[in-house]
Each structure stands twice: as structure tokens, then as C-alpha cells.
């Protein structure tokens, strides 16, 4: 066993993760722990933009952010902290262009910003063009340069590095153990401040947009110590993922004109939102998909409906909308220009669906995309763990482990990267102040002994079951009845079967027995953490009885403001119970309205 | 269809030498590589090592050999290979710890020396440093490198000598040099013109073949040592 020591510690080496980094280090010495390289995290593949009410194209207002984020959460999302983080979202995007960031450009040479599902000009109600980005690769801009900025200031990497398992010590944080992939030897870092940055778990569901990292294992660490999780029930399904295989299609595609058709060659989203059609919520279109296909207007009657952007589709539908340019003349697009704006799109059709976006359109499915739950923090990125909001010291989360919560129900499009930059950056900076003014907490005798005792179970299985059949068994149930629409009774068979397979789990063997880069051994690990989530993900939804946003049951099929206007929390006990508890959403300034697009 | 899939096998822990296990399994023309893989690993042998994680062809980690040829195993489809033999290997030139799995330090190493990073020390303007679409486009390319090593682990003049600071490098000191907004072009050019630098090249075009991203490397390779030469950035 190795020991380390650093005032703050970062967990995951995505956008949160680094930002914090970034802003920790000004101060504090600060280490970076990834289980992969840092360019390999999943921001990378963030692509449409990233929010801040720049007004660079037209008319935008912070305040107009705020709103259309309330709304978009159904009114689940705490409106201070999504006020700071509208507010917060022009100067840390201007931030991003002063490290470097390679955003596209206006013919005046500021940075390019793109219409995006849910967000409108308050005004009118039409969409306005308020996501900032970098072609469609702004995710991977994000990521590249912030990593870029983190080996300038020098911030100390640990990679390929799996941290295992959270310390806790006299009630705060003190560090966490990590297993060394090359060598699976264990490692302590004993540290003041820990900052989770660990992203969602998507891999809870079959069809997904989502890394085979994507395994909720900062999620998985901390409850195992106690801490709560709030709102698990809310993940959100993106409404164009590649048919079959869930890889991202970005709503871009909708910004820049695209539409989507159903089997009837309708634009059926005239139907569900008549004002802004194909860029409404993320939640409202894959609900409407969902019905189209359940009522056999699915691309000849399969589940799947088309994306289509080719030249011809967009210009006559931008004509039938009145749709203009900034100058005033009419929206055109031709097949150079969408190519020039979504390069990658154009890749990933063409390699994955033998299908050219400009001459034909694309098969699309909805895709499990977004954790809105995860840690409880303040907009500091420190954890809170009671109904009270009582801060947990030296313990801090940000981006999508963390739930501020500033997407509620169900996050509008731009916002996670927005997410990851604002609050990324105030949980480093928050986490560094924190360490220079505290001590040490002791380290526990055996700092180890929980890590080794998880390990010798799983080294010592016995038993026949197979890890991609407990895996399959889990995504294929929670895709069906834990999915974009759900039932008390569908939900509780989840439950059963999850709690079926965490048993058969205990009895897959492990073949590998060795130390280097043992990744059999350590997807097991992993596959652990997505049935614990699971579970509490299905406890979380049977309990809400009502429909908002991502949360869309059948048997309740309305929003209750007056019983369920509130935030679930969710603990694992010793025993393996889940408790749940509630705490009040903040409201500010938006009292809850009917959520129409 | 039946597919033979033929992989490169070392755990040194176990083995003197490397060697070459084959499986064969049914899959479809449109599955990936990775996915063949995923279904070795689960059903046959779970020691099978690889890396992998977004599995569409942005994160870069599954950069491996493929019928000899450096692919993503998550972007190569079995349909574009036109054959069911499939071999997979670990790319070239980097140690290899465990099957497919090499030592990326190397490779990491050389990108950091490059100074990869924007560099611009004047005071920062209150809202964005202006930039023209034309300026943006100068760099476009080069920006969409996602460090995956394909490049220059195909590249034989890394594989003589692994001193050579490689394509991928060379890219992301490109990426900076011709953007308008960093000063610190003639610094990465200093280091380029080292003798383990840019005119290593012999514009063998491997690395420009099978980049997943289809940056255009070998040109941005030219255009930096024109850059060394001239002085000039256009």
C-alpha cells in the first residue's frame, strides 16, 4: 500500500473534474485521480454547445436562461442556484475562450451561438440562439483545453487510477483509496479536501449514449459511507440516439433546421409542441417519440423514427415556419454548410448507419443520456446530506454526480456543460479555501479494510453466472419498466429482478487473477455499483406519484405540485435498506405553471 | 456470419512470450471491432485486457491493430474490413503491458513537450478575444485530435526510434502555431526544429491513412515546417 497526501483531491478528470482541478491548484495542492486518461473522459463527447446568455446573435438575457432552465426542470430545480449559474454561465464561457478554447465564430468574430431545445426568447417564445459552440465537438474542446490549461499549471495527474472507496472520519471526508490499474496495487490519499467529479451511470440502461465508464462510481462510493443520494429517479433520456446502437445525435441537428419524422412522413412534433416543434424539451420529444412508435407510426412500423437534416427538408420546413437569418432573409441551408456545422454528426452517420445525413435521413431511437440526481450540494459544489442542508465537511461533488440541483426534473440541453465549468469551478475554489484553513482529519487504523474486503469477494466468487448476462438481465429491465415511461407495478418487477440479479451477482467468478490491468476485476466492481444505483433509482421513482419531467408515469399521469413539489433523498443503511426522506425545492421568483412548449 | 477473431495475447505474469489466441463467434457486418471484443471477453475469456470507453470514436482509447492496419476498434465496423479473419494487435511501438494494452507514457510525453497548450499573457479583454471565421478556420483540423496514438504508432519512423516526438505532437503544437490568439508559435518551433522533431517526417502518409478523425496530418506536418522555414504563419 502506498500513501499520498494533498490538501484537495479531484476524483474523474472530466470537465467538472478538471475545472475544479484548475481552480484548487491557484491555492491548495491538488491532485487529480482518474480511472482514465483525462482526454478519454466522457465531456469529450458533449457536442451541440454550451449555454451562457451571451447575446451574441440576438437578444438574450441571463434572466431569460434562468426561466427557461425553471421551466425545462419542471419546476423541480432550485431557482437560487439556477440563477447563479445563468448568471455565472457569460463570464465562465468567456473564461473558457481566454484558456484558449477554439469556439466557432460570428462574422464579427465573437463566439457562435446556436438555437437549442427549451431555450427561447421569454418575449416571443421562439427559440433563441443562446448555446455557445465549438462545431459539434464542443465537449471535446471543453475537455482538450481545459486539460491543456491543468498540464501548464502543472496540477498532479494520477492516472488510471479506480478509486475505490470514500474515507470518512469523525464525520468529515479524509480521503479515499484507489487501486493502481497497471499494477492493482492499493493506494491512500489522504487529503482535506475530496471533490467527486465522477459523472452519471447511464450504463444502467440498454440503449445509451452514454461510456462504458459511465458506471456512477463516485455515486456508488458515497452512499456506501452514508451519503445521501438526492432525486435518482430523474434520468433523462435524449430524444436522437443512432437506432440500436444510443450513440448521440446533438439536438444541434434540430438547431440547425433538422426535424423529426415519423412513419407517416409527418413532422409530428407540430402535434406536442405546436410554438417551438422539434426544439422542445429534451423529456417532452422523447415522450412524443416514445408515443408515435407505441401507436405504429414508427419508420414501417419499427421502433424507430427518422432524423432528417438534408438540405431540402430543413429549407422547406424553415420556409413553412417563417424561419430567418439574422439579416432578416429567409433560413437556407445548403449540404456544404451542414457539413461545415456538424462534421461529426456526418462522421457517426455514415460509419454507424451507412447513411449520408445530406442525402438521406437518419434512423433514430431516444438514448438513456443524463443523471439528473446524484450528491446533494449547495451551489459551492459542497456536499449537504440531510433535510436540512447540514454541510458535510471536506466533501464536495460537481458536474454530473452532482445534483445542485440545478436541472431538476429534466436538464435542457447546454446546461451540463454549463454545469460542469460554474460549478467545477466554484467547488475548487470552495474546496481549496476549505483545506487552507483546516486540519488533517486522523486516518482510520486500516484505511484499507473496506476496499479489501469488497476485493476478496469479488476475487472469491463461486458460482456459474456470467457478467454480460447480470448486465443485459439489468439494462433490458430498466430500459422497459424504469425507463421514459414507467408504472407501480412495472417498477416494482424492476425492483424484484434487480434485487434477483444483486444476488446472482455474488456468484459470477473471476477469471483473472492477476494485478496487471486486471479490467475484468474491475468491471465486476463496476457492474456492482450500477445494480446498487439501479436499485435506488426504482425505489425513488415507485415512491413519486406524479408525472414531471424525465419522471412520467402512467398510472400517475399528472404533475402534483401540492404532495410531490419536493426533492427525494435517498440513504442506503448497513443493511442494505434504502430510506428515503424529502426536503423543499427553493423557489425564488418563478412560481410553478403548466409546462407548455 | 461466422467470424474468426485472431488476438494478440501477453500477460506477463503468465507468459514468456506473446501469442495469438482464436475465437470464433456469429456476428453481424454492422458490429464493431470492440464489440467482437466485449462478447470474447464476457463468453470466453475474461482475462482478455483492452481498453475502451465511449465506444464511438471520441475518446480515444481502443486505438488498436486491425488486419495490420491502426484503427479505433470502436469506429472499425466488420463490414469495412470485407473479410471475417479478423487480427487484432496492439499498436506498434509502445510496450506492451498486458494483450492490448501498451505503455502510453511515451506517447504522452512527447505531446507535453510541445507546450500544448494556448499561451497568451496579455491582460484578457472583458468579453471574448476577437477572432475571424477565416482565423478559425486556419486551425480547424488540427483541433480534432483526440490523442488515440493511431497516428504515430503507424508511423515507422517512431517505430525505429521512439525519440521521435511523433504526428500526434506535432498536430497539437499545430493545433496552437496557427492560432491567431496564441504568442507562443516560435517557442513551438524552437522545439520542432530539434533533431527528433518535425523533419523526421518523410511523408509516408501512415499516419494521415488511418486517423480516425481524418485530421490531414501529413499537410499540417508540412505547413510547420514551412513555418520553421519561412518564419511565415499564412
Not at chain 1, 494533498?6 to 476524483?11: A, C, E, L, R
Not at chain 1, 463570464?91 to 466557432?104: K, N
Not at chain 2, 488515440?148 to 517505430?159: D, E, K, L, R, V
Request: hydrophobic share 40%.
Amino acid at each position: 500500500m502506498k500513501k499520498h497526501q494533498f490538501d484537495v483531491i479531484v476524483i474523474g478528470a472530466g470537465g467538472a473534474g478538471l475545472m475544479a482541478a484548475l481552480y484548487a491548484s491557484k491555492t491548495a495542492n491538488t491532485a487529480v485521480i482518474s480511472k482514465l486518461y483525462p482526454t478519454r473522459s466522457h465531456t469529450g463527447t458533449a457536442q451541440g454547445g454550451v449555454g451562457a446568455a451571451l447575446g451574441n446573435e440576438e437578444e438574450d438575457h441571463w434572466e431569460w436562461h434562468t426561466f427557461d432552465s425553471v421551466k425545462g426542470s419542471d419546476y423541480l430545480g432550485d431557482q437560487d442556484a439556477i440563477e447563479f449559474m445563468c448568471y455565472e454561465a457569460v463570464q465562465a464561457v468567456y473564461e473558457l475562450e481566454h484558456y484558449g478554447l477554439p469556439f466557432s465564430r460570428t462574422s464579427e468574430g465573437k463566439i457562435a451561438q446556436r438555437p437549442f431545445g427549451g431555450h427561447t426568447n421569454n418575449v416571443t417564445g421562439k427559440p433563441v440562439r443562446r448555446a455557445c459552440y465549438a462545431a459539434d465537438r464542443t465537449g471535446h474542446m471543453i475537455l482538450q483545453t481545459l486539460y491543456q490549461q491543468c498540464l501548464k499549471n502543472n496540477v498532479n495527474f494520477f492516472d488510471e487510477f479506480q478509486v475505490v472507496d470514500l474515507l470518512v472520519v469523525n464525520g468529515a471526508a479524509a480521503g479515499v483509496v484507489a487501486i493502481e490499474l497497471g499494477t492493482s496495487e492499493l493506494h491512500v490519499f489522504h487529503a482535506k479536501s475530496v471533490i467527486l467529479a465522477t459523472g452519471g451511470h447511464g450504463r444502467v440502461w440498454d440503449i445509451t449514449s452514454n461510456a462504458y465508464a459511465y458506471t456512477g462510481d463516485g455515486i456508488a462510493i458515497s452512499m456506501r459511507r452514508g451519503v445521501p443520494m438526492e432525486d435518482m429517479e430523474f434520468f433523462q433520456f435524449h430524444p436522437t440516439g443512432i437506432y440500436k446502437l444510443g450513440i448521440l445525435i446533438t439536438e444541434g441537428v434540430r438547431g440547425e433546421g433538422g426535424v423529426l419524422i415519423n412513419g407517416k412522413g409527418e413532422r409530428f412534433m407540430e402535434r406536442y409542441a405546436p410554438r417551438v416543434k422539434d426544439l422542445a424539451s429534451r423529456d417532452v420529444i422523447s415522450r412524443a417519440m416514445y408515443l408515435e412508435i407505441k401507436a405504429g407510426n414508427g419508420i414501417n412500423g419499427q421502433n424507430y423514427l427518422y432524423l432528417d437534416v438534408r438540405p431540402e427538408t430543413v429549407n422547406k420546413y424553415a420556409a413553412l415556419d417563417g424561419r430567418k437569418r439574422l439579416d432578416g432573409t429567409p433560413y437556407t441551408m445548403t449540404g456544404e454548410e451542414i457539413i461545415a456545422k456538424l462534421p461529426d454528426i456526418v462522421d457517426f452517420a455514415r460509419t454507424y448507419l451507412g447513411v449520408d445525413p445530406v442525402a438521406q435521413p437518419m434512423p433514430v431511437q431516444p438514448t438513456a443520456h443524463y443523471t439528473m440526481g446524484g450528491i446533494p450540494t449547495n451551489r459551492f459544489g459542497e456536499a449537504v446530506i440531510d433535510e436540512k442542508n447540514t454541510v458535510m465537511p471536506g466533501l464536495y461533488a460537481a458536474g454530473e454526480v452532482a445534483c445542485v440541483s440545478v436541472h431538476g426534473a429534466n436538464r435542457l440541453g447546454t446546461n451540463s456543460l454549463l454545469d460542469l465549468i460554474v460549478f467545477g469551478k466554484h467547488a475548487g475554489l470552495r474546496a481549496a479555501e476549505f483545506a487552507l484553513g483546516a486540519d488533517f482529519q486522523p486516518l482510520p487504523a486500516d484505511p484499507t479494510e473496506f476496499t479489501r474486503a469488497q476485493f476478496d469477494a469479488i476475487r472469491n466468487a463461486q458460482g456459474n453466472e456470467k457478467i454480460l448476462e447480470v448486465s443485459s438481465k439489468m439494462k433490458a429491465i430498466m430500459m422497459d419498466c424504469v425507463g421514459m415511461f414507467r408504472t407501480g407495478e412495472g417498477m416494482q418487477s424492476a425492483l424484484e429482478t434487480v434485487r434477483e440479479l444483486r444476488e446472482r451477482y455474488k456468484h459470477i467468478p473471476l477469471h483473472d487473477q492477476g494485478k496487471i490491468f486486471n479490467t475484468e476485476m474491475i468491471n465486476l466492481w463496476e457492474l456492482g455499483n450500477l445494480l446498487e444505483i439501479a436499485e435506488v433509482v426504482t425505489v425513488s421513482a415507485l415512491a413519486r406519484q406524479e408525472s414531471r419531467g424525465a419522471h412520467a408515469r402512467d398510472d400517475y399521469p399528472k404533475r402534483d405540485d401540492v404532495n410531490w413539489l419536493k426533492h427525494t433523498l435517498s440513504w442506503v443503511k448497513p443493511n442494505g435498506e434504502i430510506v428515503l426522506g424529502y426536503k423543499p425545492v427553493v423557489i425564488t421568483k418563478y412560481q410553478p405553471m403548466e409546462r407548455v412548449y | 456470419m461466422q467470424v474468426t477473431v485472431k488476438v494478440f495475447r501477453f500477460n506477463p505474469e503468465k507468459d514468456k512470450k506473446p501469442h495469438y489466441e482464436t475465437y470464433k463467434l456469429e456476428a453481424e457486418p454492422t458490429d464493431r471491432i470492440l464489440d467482437m471484443l466485449e462478447y470474447i471477453k464476457g463468453y470466453f475469456d475474461g482475462t482478455l485486457s483492452f481498453r475502451r470507453s465511449c465506444a464511438h470514436g471520441i475518446c480515444g482509447s481502443d486505438a488498436m491493430r486491425i488486419n495490420g492496419r491502426n484503427y479505433l476498434a470502436c469506429k472499425a465496423l466488420l463490414k469495412d474490413l470485407h473479410t471475417n479473419k479478423i487480427t487484432v494487435e496492439p499498436i506498434l511501438g509502445l510496450r506492451v503491458i498486458k494483450d492490448l494494452i501498451v505503455d502510453m507514457e511515451q506517447f504522452f510525453a512527447h505531446y507535453r513537450s510541445v507546450m500544448p497548450y494556448f499561451i497568451n499573457d496579455e491582460p484578457t479583454p472583458p468579453q471574448e478575444r476577437l477572432q475571424s471565421i477565416e482565423e478559425r478556420e486556419r486551425f480547424d483540423d488540427t483541433t480534432k485530435c483526440i490523442l488515440c496514438a493511431c497516428c504515430t504508432t503507424s508511423c515507422p519512423i517512431f517505430w525505429a526510434s521512439d525519440q521521435y516526438v511523433g504526428p500526434a505532437a506535432i498536430i497539437a503544437a499545430h493545433r496552437f502555431i496557427f492560432d491567431s490568439r496564441d504568442k507562443a508559435a516560435a517557442d513551438r518551433l524552437r522545439i520542432l526544429n530539434d533533431q527528433f522533431g518535425v523533419y523526421r517526417c518523410h511523408t509516408v502518409f501512415n499516419c494521415t491513412e488511418c486517423c480516425p478523425r481524418e485530421i490531414e496530418i501529413t499537410q499540417a506536418i508540412g505547413e510547420v515546417k514551412a513555418a520553421i522555414i519561412t518564419g511565415r504563419l499564412d
